[in-house]
C-alpha cells in the first residue's frame, strides 16, 4: 500500500522567516503533486513534479523531488500571510494515468504578522 | 468559465435517503475522479473513471455507485446514507500527459 508522509502537520511561523515542508512515500513513482486548500475552497494545483531532480518556483515556493530518496520538499521563502492555507503533496504510482492520488495529511500552514 | 463543476455545492439529508451529486468537465480531459475529504481534512480516492469505464474503486461500500453517461460527466449516487457519509466530496480531471488533476469546488454532504 503506497503511503504518503507530510510533515510537520502543523506549522506557525512569522511572516518573514523561511521554512520548508517535507513529504516521504513508499513508492517508486517519479510524479508528484503540491495542492494548495483554502478553508472551504477547493484544491490548487502548485507543482507538477514529474522527474528525479525536478525544481519548479513560483513566489515565494520552491518544490522539489528526490526520487531516490522518495522526498519532496516545498520551500517557503520570505513567508506572507497570504500563504496561511493547508498545503498537500499527493503521489500517483504511475499505472497509466488513471490512477488516483495518494494524499498526505497535509500541513496546515499559518504565517502570523 | 468553470473547467470542472459540481452540484450541488452543499447537500444536507437524512440517514436513510438516496442522493446524487453531479459532475461536468469541459477540459477534454479523458479520466475523472470522485475523492472524499473527511472531517479531518484527509482525501481519499472512491473512484477512477476513464472514458466513461469504472479503472478503480478503492474498497468503496456499494451503497456508492459512479455512473459515467459520457466522458465529460461523472455522478455519484449514494444509496441509504449514514452519518458516516458525512464529508465534502471533490470531483476532479486529469490531464492526459502530465496526470496533473483538476478539481471540482466540492461538494459539502451532511447526514443527519
Known amino acids: 500500500e503506497l503511503k504518503v508522509e507530510q510533515n510537520p502537520l502543523f506549522l506557525s511561523m512569522q511572516e518573514g522567516k523561511n521554512y520548508t515542508i517535507y513529504c516521504n512515500y513508499s513508492t517508486t513513482s517519479d510524479r508528484l503533486y503540491w495542492y494548495r486548500q483554502d478553508p472551504g475552497k477547493s484544491l490548487e494545483s502548485l507543482f507538477v513534479l514529474l522527474s528525479n531532480g525536478a525544481v519548479k518556483q513560483e513566489g515565494r515556493l520552491m518544490a522539489s523531488l528526490d526520487t531516490k530518496a522518495r522526498l519532496s520538499t516545498l520551500h517557503i521563502t520570505a513567508a506572507v500571510h497570504d500563504l496561511s492555507a493547508t498545503y498537500f503533496c499527493?503521489?500517483?504510482?504511475?499505472?497509466?494515468?488513471?490512477?488516483?492520488?495518494?494524499f498526505g495529511k497535509g500541513t496546515h500552514l499559518i504565517i502570523q504578522p | 468559465d468553470t473547467a470542472v463543476s459540481q452540484t450541488p455545492k452543499y447537500l444536507v439529508t437524512q440517514m436513510g435517503n438516496d442522493k446524487s451529486i453531479k459532475c461536468e468537465q469541459n477540459l477534454g480531459h479523458d479520466t475523472m475522479y470522485w475523492y472524499k475529504q473527511d472531517s479531518k481534512k484527509f482525501l481519499k480516492i472512491m473512484f477512477s473513471?476513464?472514458?466513461?469505464?469504472?479503472?478503480i474503486n478503492e474498497t468503496v461500500p456499494n451503497r456508492f455507485s459512479p455512473k459515467s453517461p459520457d466522458k465529460a460527466h461523472l455522478n455519484l449516487h449514494i444509496n441509504s446514507l449514514e452519518l458516516g457519509d458525512s464529508a465534502v466530496y471533490f470531483c476532479?480531471?486529469?490531464?492526459?500527459?502530465?496526470?496533473?488533476?483538476?478539481f471540482g469546488p466540492g461538494t459539502r454532504l451532511t447526514v443527519t
Open positions: 476532479a480531471s486529469s490531464h492526459p500527459y502530465s496526470y496533473e488533476q483538476y
Open positions: 473513471y476513464n472514458n466513461k469505464e469504472l479503472i
Open positions: 499527493a503521489v500517483d504510482e504511475g499505472r497509466g494515468g488513471a490512477d488516483g492520488l495518494t
